[in-house]
T-cell receptor, first 111, second 124 residues
Framework: QKEVEQDPGPLSVPEGAIVSLNCTYS??????FMWYRQYSRKGPELLMY????GNKEDGRFTAQVDKSSKYISLFIRDSQPSDSATYLC???????????FGTGTRLQVFP | GAVVSQHPSWVICKSGTSVKIECRSL??????MFWYRQFPKQSLMLMAT?????????EQGVEKDKFLINHASLTLSTLTVTSAHPEDSSFYIC????????????????????FGPGTRLTVL
């Protein structure tokens, strides 16, 4: 079993839709949870991070962590064509450098 | 700010040759740099962590004699794939991190890694 599982998609939605992206994990020691966005031929860019359980909101983006279910989500409200990218979840154990990534979900928002 | 570049962006080489990939932090001092590898439809996998002036720490299963990492300055790390073979064909991506909270680039409790755009290596 992989430490982090993520549906690769692709996920295609119309502009304005609410997008839900998810990852599950198996290592209960993970405490930092990140979402990265990666455009084609670019490096991943950190969108949001959360520490432990709970919700975090930043503009149109909301990150949720449910440690009891080992499940994290990223919600994108009012999705835009410019949101079309691959979204990667990543996790790490507290006080370590090692990031464990999901495979990424390719999102396409069409006008 | 916080830009990381990689060179080359893609390279094609013959089996048995060595290939060097450069990773540079353009506008900050990277005390720590990381090298990742990504095979098609798979996750980014950490290969090694390097601190400036120290030997790199390799992840389990990564051959240190095959993947030579040098982090000689606070803005440059290199990855050399020695005697490359077709199974080494992959997407290699580096990331860089600043010195920590006091000198961190963000007002956060998370010391972020900033990623380069990656290098596509194809070994024939």
């Amino acid at each position: 079993q992989k430490e982090v599982e993520q549906d690769p998609g692709p996920l295609s939605v119309p502009e304005g839709a609410i997008v839900s992206l998810n990852c599950t994990y198996s290592n209960s020691a993970f405490q930092y949870f990140m979402w990265y966005r990666q455009y084609s031929r670019k490096g991943p860019e950190l969108l949001m991070y959360t520490y432990s359980s709970g919700n975090k909101e930043d503009g149109r983006f909301t990150a949720q962590v449910d440690k009891s279910s080992k499940y994290i989500s990223l919600f994108i409200r009012d999705s835009q064509p410019s949101d079309s990218a691959t979204y990667l979840c990543a996790m790490s154990v507290y006080n370590t450098d090692k990031l464990i990534f999901g495979t990424g979900t390719r999102l396409q928002v069409f006008p | 700010g916080a830009v990381v570049s990689q060179h080359p962006s893609w390279v094609i080489c013959k089996s048995g040759t060595s290939v060097k990939i450069e990773c540079r932090s353009l506008d900050f001092q990277a005390t720590t740099m990381f090298w990742y590898r990504q095979f098609p439809k798979q996750s980014l996998m950490l290969m090694a962590t390097s601190n400036e002036g120290s030997k790199a720490t390799y992840e389990q299963g990564v051959e240190k004699d095959k993947f030579l990492i040098n982090h000689a300055s606070l803005t440059l790390s290199t990855l050399t794939v020695t005697s490359a073979h077709p199974e080494d064909s992959s997407f290699y991506i580096c990331s860089a991190r600043g010195p920590g909270l006091a000198g961190g680039l963000r007002k956060s409790s998370y010391n972020e890694q900033f990623f380069g755009p990656g290098t596509r290596l194809t070994v024939l």
